[in-house]
């Protein structure tokens, strides 16, 4: 039934197994069944565990010892980063933060300003001439060594500007022209705006950074 090459793989074939033997049976007439026991075979996945080497167990991560270079260093926390530059901000405002300057909102314009500065402020005040006034919605506030950006403007009770109107004057005068061509219509209007010149007399730091209660106008834009 079986060809002869046949025959002999099938006959040669081993199976590793160390509790039943191989019972090879072929029913031709050219061989005859042969039961024959066979030693197992030495197999990686049969061999004692105790013979297996392992490395030695490798320290945790808190007990590896990192070095730094002079270059480097280990963050902290962001709530003590937090803390240690109001400090900073605090310690350099009570020991003299040098020439200060502020960003002021006024009627819908911002300045950047500085103690003994002159502005000129595109409206009327309010206010006559040689009187004081104070400037509080502060965009933002600053020196030499640090920043405070307002959100949008900083609190009220941290910081304001006190400066002195000196002058109230009109602006130079405006042609406005409108006209309509092939029809002779023309209409001329001639405007002048009232400015105010002010001041800068100081910029006067009120409370401590962090430390604020006043909270209005941190969340929504304010506009005169």
């Given at each position: 039934?079986?060809?002869?090459?046949?025959?002999?793989?099938?006959?040669?074939?081993?199976?590793?197994?160390?509790?039943?033997?191989?019972?090879?049976?072929?029913?031709?007439?050219?061989?005859?069944?042969?039961?024959?026991?066979?030693?197992?075979?030495?197999?990686?996945?049969?061999?004692?565990?105790?013979k297996l080497r392992t490395a030695p167990p490798s320290p945790s991560r808190s007990q590896v010892e990192t070095k730094l270079s002079p270059?480097?260093?280990?963050?902290?926390?962001?709530?003590?980063?937090?803390?240690?530059?109001?400090?900073?901000?605090?310690?350099?405002?009570?020991?003299?933060?040098?020439?200060?300057?502020?960003?002021?909102?006024?009627?819908?314009?911002?300045?950047?300003?500085?103690?003994?500065?002159?502005?000129?402020?595109?409206?009327?005040?309010?206010?006559?001439?040689?009187?004081?006034?104070?400037?509080?919605?502060?965009?933002?506030?600053?020196?030499?060594?640090?920043?405070?950006?307002?959100r949008p403007v900083l609190p009220r009770d941290l910081a304001s500007v006190e400066a002195t109107v000196i002058e109230k004057t009109l602006?130079?005068?405006?042609?406005?022209?409108?006209?309509?061509?092939?029809?002779?219509?023309?209409?001329?209007?001639?405007?002048?705006?009232?400015?105010?010149?002010?001041?800068?007399?100081?910029?006067?730091?009120?409370?401590?950074?962090?430390?604020?209660?006043?909270?209005?106008?941190?969340?929504?834009?304010?506009?005169?």
């Amino acid at each position: 039934m079986f060809s002869a090459p046949l025959t002999r793989l099938v006959t040669g074939l081993r199976l590793t197994s160390s509790r039943f033997p191989v019972v090879s049976s072929l029913s031709t007439s050219s061989c005859s069944t042969k039961t024959t026991p066979l030693t197992p075979c030495w197999s990686p996945l049969t061999m004692s565990i105790c013979k297996l080497r392992t490395a030695p167990p490798s320290p945790s991560r808190s007990q590896v010892e990192t070095k730094l270079s002079p270059n480097q260093s280990i963050m902290t926390e962001e709530s003590e980063l937090r803390s240690e530059t109001l400090d900073l901000i605090n310690k350099s405002i009570e020991t003299g933060a040098g020439r200060l300057f502020a960003v002021v909102h006024v009627r819908g314009i911002q300045f950047k300003v500085t103690q003994g500065d002159l502005v000129m402020v595109q409206t009327d005040m309010g206010a006559p001439v040689g009187a004081s006034i104070v400037l509080n919605k502060l965009l933002a506030l600053g020196s030499q060594d640090f920043t405070l950006l307002g959100r949008p403007v900083l609190p009220r009770d941290l910081a304001s500007v006190e400066a002195t109107v000196i002058e109230k004057t009109l602006s130079r005068t405006k042609v406005v022209q409108k006209f309509k061509r092939r029809e002779r219509a023309r209409h001329i209007h001639f405007q002048r705006s009232k400015w105010t010149l002010l001041r800068v007399n100081l910029i006067n730091v009120t409370g401590r950074v962090g430390e604020t209660l006043d909270s209005a106008g941190t969340e929504n834009i304010l506009i005169d």
